[in-house]
């Protein structure tokens, strides 16, 4: 049964950062994928600055989450996260009404600082007030994400036929306010909850390396597609196409968080790692190798089911080894990566994107490589097994 807690009615507090995740994360960062190409055709948005943009949002994510973690009653902060909201919300708006490639560049900066708070505190809100409740209800928190993912491409999908990219992203702010109003009553972290540093052993210090390497990979491929998958197939199938596989990974996100906790007390973490790299891998390449609307929406579903597990999978082994400041640590190494992502494949988008995501999907299947060692060598001692879940254990979800 659920139960209040600390005054905070689970099932209510899950909704509000799910609302307050879906704006920040699902629109205020990802909307950019499915109106891309409206911006391409329409705007005359060349492939290079288009992967300089989303090179601006994952700077500001790095810089919003570098902010909260050295001012940390940032994260506890109501006022902190209207704000960022009502800014997000600002940044939308504004991108219609210019075409100057500088100021959409600090536009994206802003809103990528904006989003990262926002999560930060709707992240400690959830592990603070579901703290005891049922792991999977704090995963369909998270699926806030996919949530938003899903709303604003059905969005973005009927926009691109009656309207403009400038209407597409009006609409995404129209739709950011819905959420964010929806969030407005999020309770942050009332206080810091401080858990020592636990020393890491000789062995954990190695599979930690390999962790943190599989990780950083997995930024750099993950952000790829998640970046170009809808302007990929716009460019293979037809124009609808596009639209309709981004609202798929939405809808897959949604409920991956609480599949992957479910799994994860059947089958050890490093596995699911493995696998769950392995799958985004042949997600991402599909639509590069095949053709047709069948292989872009399988992709799309292979990828959504994916991207936001692989996080939580990743923090939950980090916080296993006991290794100090291992949450810290790991999204640092994704969030350089997804900078990185962008940048690394700029050179190889002017005959298109097939080859950006070829190498997206090659560089998931080398953390897969680097999950393959963690997952086959994991030391005896510190083996991740499966197990049953306790009512105190906490499973860390992240997308950063």
Same mark, same amino acid.
Do not use: K
């Given at each position: 049964?659920?139960?209040?807690?600390?005054?905070?009615?689970?099932?209510?507090?899950? %909704?509000?950062?799910?609302?307050?995740?879906?704006?920040?994360?699902?629109?205020?960062?990802?909307?950019?994928?499915?109106?891309?190409?409206?911006?391409?055709?329409?705007?005359?948005?060349?492939?290079?600055?288009?992967?300089?943009?989303?090179?601006?949002?994952?700077?500001?994510?790095?810089?919003?989450?570098?902010?909260?973690?050295?001012?940390?009653?940032?994260?506890?902060?109501?006022? @902190?996260?209207?704000?960022?909201?009502?800014?997000?919300?600002?940044?939308?708006?504004?991108?219609?009404?210019?075409?100057?490639?500088?100021?959409?560049?600090?536009?994206?900066?802003?809103?990528?600082?904006?989003?990262?708070?926002?999560?930060?505190?709707?992240?400690?809100?959830?592990?603070?007030?579901?703290? !005891?409740?049922?792991?999977?209800?704090?995963?369909?928190?998270?699926?806030?994400?996919? +949530?938003?993912?899903?709303?604003? !491409?059905?969005?973005?999908?009927?926009?691109?036929?009656?309207?403009?990219?400038?209407?597409?992203?009006?609409?995404?702010?129209?739709?950011?306010?819905?959420?964010?109003?929806?969030?407005? *009553?999020?309770?942050?972290?009332?206080?810091?909850?401080?858990?020592?540093?636990?020393?890491?052993? =000789?062995?954990?210090?190695?599979?930690?390396?390999?962790?943190?390497?599989?990780?950083? +990979?997995?930024?750099? #491929?993950?952000?790829?597609?998640?970046?170009?998958?809808?302007?990929?197939?716009?460019?293979?199938?037809?124009?609808?196409? *596009?639209?309709?596989?981004?609202?798929?990974?939405?809808?897959?996100?949604?409920?991956?968080?609480?599949?992957?906790?479910?799994?994860?007390?059947?089958?050890?973490?490093?596995?699911?790692?493995?696998?769950?790299?392995?799958?985004?891998?042949?997600?991402?390449?599909?639509?590069?190798?095949?053709?047709?609307?069948?292989?872009?929406?399988?992709?799309?579903?292979?990828?959504?089911?994916?991207?936001?597990?692989?996080?939580?999978?990743?923090?939950?082994?980090?916080?296993?080894?006991?290794?100090?400041?291992?949450?810290?640590?790991?999204?640092?190494?994704?969030?350089?990566?997804?900078?990185?992502?962008? +940048?690394? @494949?700029?050179?190889?988008?002017?005959?298109?994107?097939?080859?950006?995501?070829?190498? #997206?999907?090659?560089?998931?299947?080398?953390?897969?490589?680097?999950?393959?060692?963690?997952?086959?060598?994991?030391?005896?001692?510190?083996?991740?097994? =499966?197990?049953?879940?306790?009512?105190?254990?906490? %499973?860390?979800?992240?997308?950063?």
């Amino acid at each position: 049964m659920t139960t209040v807690h600390n005054g905070v009615d689970p099932r209510a507090h899950a %909704v509000q950062a799910a609302a307050a995740l879906a704006a920040s994360m699902g629109i205020g960062r990802f909307v950019y994928t499915p109106i891309l190409p409206l911006m391409h055709t329409q705007a005359g948005l060349s492939a290079s600055l288009g992967a300089t943009l989303a090179t601006a949002n994952y700077l500001g994510y790095l810089i919003g989450a570098l902010a909260g973690i050295l001012i940390p009653g940032a994260v506890r902060s109501a006022a @902190v996260m209207r704000t960022s909201l009502v800014v997000l919300i600002a940044t939308l708006a504004l991108m219609p009404t210019t075409h100057d490639g500088s100021i959409w560049f600090a536009l994206r900066l802003v809103a990528g600082i904006a989003s990262a708070l926002v999560f930060m505190i709707a992240v400690s809100a959830l592990h603070a007030h579901l703290r !005891g409740q049922s792991q999977f209800l704090a995963g369909w928190g998270f699926g806030g994400v996919g +949530l938003g993912i899903a709303l604003s !491409g059905v969005l973005v999908f009927v926009v691109r036929f009656i309207g403009s990219w400038g209407t597409a992203w009006l609409a995404s702010a129209g739709l950011a306010v819905v959420c964010a109003v929806a969030a407005w *009553g999020l309770t942050p972290e009332p206080r810091p909850i401080i858990t020592p540093d636990a020393p890491g052993t =000789p062995s954990s210090h190695r599979w930690f390396t390999a962790l943190v390497i599989s990780y950083f +990979l997995e930024g750099i #491929g993950y952000i790829i597609a998640g970046t170009f998958l809808v302007a990929a197939i716009d460019l293979a199938a037809p124009e609808w196409v *596009g639209s309709g596989a981004w609202i798929v990974v939405g809808l897959a996100a949604f409920p991956s968080c609480a599949l992957w906790a479910w799994l994860s007390l059947r089958w050890s973490r490093p596995t699911l790692l493995l696998v769950a790299l392995l799958i985004q891998a042949v997600g991402i390449a599909l639509p590069a190798v095949i053709g047709g609307v069948g292989p872009a929406l399988i992709s799309a579903f292979l990828f959504g089911v994916t991207f936001l597990g692989i996080g939580s999978i990743v923090l939950a082994i980090g916080a296993h080894l006991q290794f100090p400041r291992a949450v810290a640590l790991l999204t640092a190494g994704y969030s350089v990566g997804q900078i990185l992502g962008p +940048l690394v @494949v700029t050179p190889l988008l002017r005959d298109g994107y097939r080859d950006a995501l070829l190498l #997206g999907a090659a560089v998931v299947l080398g953390a897969a490589v680097a999950a393959a060692v963690l997952r086959f060598r994991f030391p005896s001692g510190l083996d991740a097994d =499966p197990r049953t879940a306790t009512s105190t254990e906490e %499973v860390v979800f992240d997308v950063r």
